[in-house]
């Protein structure tokens, strides 16, 4: 432990103790320690025997890659070896020669390959993502210093030196030096939000936690063990002691440490047919170069037996099929991606995973910020005769925001319209008991819910008014809305944000969503509270769950001459119980009350409930101002403990939840268009997160019902295998869940995306195919072991992303289908020029180089950087294994080489025979027939790219020079460029070794484009018809085109690292 290398098992928990469950003697017994160690401390001796035992307090460091190996890692490649040999035999050449122009030349050549060689590996340096600051950012987290008590002394040791049984000091501010049991607390409390994703700082104790029947102790999450410290949390409130129970790679964060550096980085699809393309095209090079040398040596006129000026010539070829530039275009095509993705708030990490995201087939996404917008709003209020539903997403603060909808969740949800009023209660968000153990954050849950056996007829109106006081489809008037839910504002100590936001607001979230109602619909909340001005209080408990105001009375409220108005909010059942009346239609008034039909309002709580709705009941009253004293602290029996008995007036039922961002809905349909599925993660209630599936489109006929994390925690690795396959929606979990449920997913051979913020999620960031970490809420252990960061913890983000990783892949393809015909055309031009009595290679090795590097980099940025073409995201995610070259993308290769090697090798023998040209000598006739070649290759080269740009639309239309401002300027530079290298004294002849290029040339090179383009364009059109009558021209089905998915691992490939067991660290908050 603390040392480079494999961790061993660990001696410090061989017992497996759970120390959370024991007290603090037996936890000293089991540490095999003396009784008064919380005095007295360890010895200096057995400090450093238990050094020597134990290790240091450190979390074991990856093995780093130095940068010999970096670089390395990028010239290790059989295509640099290609170029390397060139380069070494121009060296020979330029050394040995006593041509002034050869050495020129070959000096150009060595120089130039060796600039490309070196600019190639430092893109690679540069752009190689950063794996090792996941480890380096949870080691910045640590404690530095430590205070201890040893030999009864309270000394200042580094927390490097703690080990297990030393005697911790902490104090207001202190970071956590190790995982601690708590024996002594004074106000203590740590803030444990980046490992357990609990905001609140967490109240510690120093009792030993109890556990239920059949529980295992180590499933209670680390947000419930009190009595527990851990290793770089931070003390928020208070003071304490305790014990180091586990130090180094054996604290909770070191197990994360563990498992992040355990994950083995995985070359991406495109990564490997890279090198596979590269593999074979050595092997082409090699057969390329052996004919050329055969031809030069036996059959050439100009070479035939000349052994090094075969070489030579062989050399040439085989440079001129290395694809210098491709690397190069490729990092290119995946910066230009990410650049793209940054502006939508998608920050990709390391350059390959832009691919990846192309083939995912399953997006996990947490659900509190990402699908919804983390605000709760109000979203229905119920009165005795109607419904209102609220626009949650309203920006202008006008009444019409509030609309009378009596269908608008006028029945219980279809998965609940069987259970009784306590089966709704127990899998919803009003459901008393929390989730997992813990304290619910809604404070105004219900305790019971005892609906009648009709609840169809339970929940009709008592007494329907189709017109009071509005139609259906109307909004009611501002006064109304005030009076409505003045309790909610009134009744409450909450501040509402600026402009109805969350920047700056107090309080509970489910009050303000009653402000912020009222606010969005013009109410000026300042101005009512002026108004009505409070005159004495019951503060709120969770022992009766609701809390009352006692005001003087606006003119809204019609209230009696020496009344005052009291409001009371709370939670409804326990309201429901208290009042005698109800308010007619919600109507303020003594004139517009009547009895209340309690069975109505329990079976509104209930269908509000199976909806996922968090419900509070707002009530009213009216009492003798003489009855209580401004200022006047009241007690419950205010309320629930009057003579009278049953005294309030039910107003109405407050529906709130956090809806989900409009955005998203849309970006899930177009996900589900695409072919990807979407489930969402939450550590929500059942109920909830079925409402807010169906509100997105998660939720259907074929993923109709949620799981939860308790359920998945008894299930078998096989059973949830299946699970995952007809789920959706996963309630409750934890971050343990969030592992199994990715292996399961990748153990049926899916492809999966998965969100997350806290520190406790970073193993299945890296779990996953595609890590996507939030920015906003995320911390930086979670950021820097995730392939990509949510700028906006936005789900809309992701499928974005998703659609520029499959426009990557179809750019990739694009800048092959340019740039390998130009590469394979040089050489085969050579070989050709040479089996057609040419006297020299039709283009010069200089003049392949700047063709390779320059010509086509410049091209194939085009299509590097080219938009989504329509209908991208309305086919499926590709195969696993699919192939870059299929068969219809190596014809159009295959076609575009035949073609540019024709058009150029053609151009050479015509301006070498034809007649117009006898005024030249020799060398002359063939620097005109380069310059004739050198520019028929570039500008042919254009038309491959104009026809490259759209994988089926024609390109014989203006869109061809549209859309893609680079399809222009690339056009531009290289004709201004062509021009020149063509036309400029001594670069062109010493140089290039070409000359000025006359009209009849110019044609020549004017007809190869046209021809070019024509045919390219005729192949496209072809195979537009042939995907119009079903053929599968994407290689959809073509086993041969595609290596196919690696066999599906079976269960046994679910079992999680060493350590991961101890991962039930918190449920998620979300």
């Not at 060139?86 to 060796?114: E, K, Y």
């Not at 035939?304 to 190069?328: F, Q, R, T, Y």
């Not at 339970?458 to 006081?469: E, H, I, L, Q, R």
């Not at 194939?860 to 699919?882: H, L, Q, S, W, Y």
Request: glycine share 8%; net charge negative.
């Amino acid at each position: 432990m603390g040392k480079k290398g494999v961790v061993e098992e660990n001696p410090q928990m061989s017992e497996n103790s759970p120390w959370h469950t024991m007290t603090v003697e037996e936890t000293i017994k089991q540490m095999g320690l003396k009784d008064d160690l919380p005095k007295t401390g360890l010895s200096t001796d057995e400090a450093a025997s238990r050094l020597e035992k134990f290790g240091p307090n450190q979390m074991t460091e990856k093995d780093k890659t130095t940068l010999l190996q970096r670089i390395w890692h990028q010239i290790n490649n059989v295509l640099v070896y290609v170029l390397i040999t060139v380069a070494v035999v121009s060296l020979i050449q330029a050394v040995t020669t006593t041509d002034g122009d050869t050495r020129f030349t070959a000096w150009f050549q060595v120089a130039l390959i060796v600039s490309v060689i070196t600019l190639n590996t430092w893109i690679g340096i540069y752009q190689e993502g950063n794996a090792e600051k996941a480890a380096d950012a949870l080691k910045n987290m640590l404690s530095t210093d430590a205070r201890v008590i040893r030999g009864g002394k309270e000394v200042m040791i580094p927390a490097g030196d703690i080990v297990p049984g030393d005697v911790c000091l902490l104090g207001l501010g202190d970071k956590v030096p190790a995982d601690l049991r708590l024996t002594s607390v004074s106000n203590l409390a740590t803030g444990e939000a980046a490992l357990t994703g609990e905001a609140v700082p967490i109240d510690k104790t120093t009792d030993a936690i109890p556990v239920e029947g059949g529980l295992d102790p180590e499933q209670v999450p680390l947000g419930d063990r009190k009595n527990m410290g851990y290793s770089a949390t931070l003390v928020s409130v208070g003071s304490g002691i305790g014990i180091a129970i586990s130090t180094g790679d054996f604290t909770q964060i070191g197990t994360i440490n563990r498992l992040v550096n355990q994950t083995e980085t995985i070359k991406t699809d495109v990564l490997k047919q890279i090198d596979l393309v590269s593999k074979y095209l050595f092997i082409c090079i090699c057969t390329m170069c052996l004919a050329t040398f055969f031809t030069a040596f036996f059959y050439s006129e100009t070479y035939k037996g000349k052994v090094l000026d075969s070489i030579n010539i062989a050399l040439v070829c085989a440079v001129a099929m290395v694809p210098e530039g491709l690397e190069a275009i490729v990092t290119l095509t995946y910066s230009y991606a990410v650049k793209v993705m940054a502006s939508q708030n998608a920050i990709v990490r390391a350059l390959p995973a832009v691919e990846t995201l192309g083939s995912v087939t399953v997006i996990c996404s947490d659900k509190t910020g990402t699908l919804t917008q983390n605000i709760m709003s109000l979203t229905a209020f119920v009165t005795s005769n109607a419904r209102y539903k609220n626009d949650v997403d309203a920006a202008d603060r006008v009444p019409m925001n509030f609309v009378r909808d009596d269908s608008y969740l006028a029945e219980r949800a279809q998965h609940d319209l069987k259970k009784s009023g306590s089966e709704i209660l127990a899998a919803g968000p009003n459901n008393p008991q929390g989730r997992r153990g813990k304290d619910p954050s809604f404070h105004f849950t219900t305790d019971s819910l005892h609906t009648t056996d009709q609840p169809n007829e339970a929940g009709k109106v008592a007494s329907p008014d189709d017109n009071f006081p509005v139609k259906q489809g109307e909004s009611p008037t501002q006064e109304w809305i005030q009076s409505a839910l003045s309790c909610g504002v009134l009744c409450s100590k909450c501040v509402l944000g600026e402009g109805g936001g969350r920047a700056g607001e107090i309080g509970n979230p489910t009050e303000l969503s009653i402000l912020r109602a009222s606010y969005f619909c013009g109410i000026d909340i300042e101005e009512l509270k002026n108004d009505c001005p409070i005159v004495a209080e019951v503060p709120f408990s969770s022992d009766y769950k609701f809390m009352a105001t006692v005001h003087e009375p606006a003119a809204s409220d019609n209230a009696p001459a020496g009344k005052l108005v009291a409001y009371v909010k709370g939670a409804p059942d326990r309201m429901v119980k208290q009042c005698k009346f109800q308010a007619k239609g919600g109507v303020a008034g003594e004139e517009n009350v009547e009895p209340v039909n309690e069975d109505y309002w329990i079976e509104q709580i209930a269908i509000l409930s199976s909806h996922g709705l968090r419900v509070l009941g707002l009530c009213r009253a009216f009492i003798d101002k003489d009855s209580v004293k401004v200022g006047d602290n009241l007690g419950p029996e205010f309320v629930n403990g009057r003579p009278e008995g049953k005294w309030l007036t039910m107003v109405g039922l407050c529906a709130i939840m956090d809806p989900p961002r409009p955005e998203c809905v849309q970006a899930i349909k177009e996900a589900h268009g695409a072919g990807v599925r979407v489930a969402m993660i939450t550590g929500d209630h059942k109920d909830t997160a079925t409402a807010i599936g169906h509100m997105l489109g998660i939720v259907d006929e074929k993923f109709s019902e949620a799981v939860t994390g308790p359920e998945l925690d008894a299930m078998s690795d096989e059973e949830l295998c299946e699970v995952v396959l007809t789920h959706n929606v996963f309630a409750r979990a934890s971050p343990q869940n969030k592992i199994r449920i990715v292996k399961a997913l990748q153990a049926k051979g899916e492809v999966t995306s998965m969100t997350g913020d806290g520190v406790n999620d970073a193993p299945a960031l890296k779990a996953a195919n595609m890590g996507v970490a939030m920015g906003k809420e995320g911390t930086d252990v979670a950021r820097e072991a995730s392939e990509m960061i949510l700028a906006d913890d936005n789900f809309a983000t992701i499928v974005y992303a998703v659609k520029q990783g499959r426009v990557v892949w179809d750019n990739l393809r694009k800048v092959l289908l340019v740039n390998t015909p130009i590469n394979n055309s040089q050489g085969l031009s050579v070989l050709l020029g040479l089996l057609v009595s040419l006297p020299n290679t039709p283009i010069t090795a200089i003049q392949i180089l700047y063709s390779n590097f320059i010509c086509a980099v410049t091209l194939g940025f085009v299509t590097a950087i080219e938009p989504a073409e329509d209908g991208i995201m309305v086919i499926p995610p590709r195969t696993v294994g699919k192939r870059l070259i299929g068969r219809f993308l190596f014809l159009r290769i295959v076609i575009g080489t035949c073609l540019l090697t024709g058009c150029v090798v053609g151009s050479a023998v015509i301006i070498n025979s034809h007649s117009r040209y006898d005024y030249l000598d020799m060398k002359g006739r063939e620097q005109m027939m380069r310059a004739c070649a050198f520019n028929v290759l570039d500008f042919g080269a254009m038309s491959v790219m104009l026809s490259a740009r759209f994988a089926y639309n024609s390109s014989v239309h203006p869109r061809a020079f549209m859309g893609n401002p680079a399809a222009v300027g690339s056009i531009v530079i290289v004709t201004v460029l062509q021009l020149v290298l063509t036309y400029v004294p001594g670069l062109n002849s010493f140089v290039f070794g070409m000359r000025g290029l006359d009209w009849f040339g110019w044609i020549l090179v004017l007809l190869s484009m046209v021809i070019v383009f024509s045919v390219m364009e005729i192949e496209k059109a072809i195979r537009r018809g042939l995907k119009a009558k079903g053929a599968d021209t994407d290689d959809r089905t073509t086993p041969f085109f595609t290596d196919g998915p690696s066999e599906a691992p079976g269960p046994a490939s679910m079992t999680m690292p060493k350590g991961a067991s101890k991962l039930n660290l918190q449920e998620l908050s979300h």
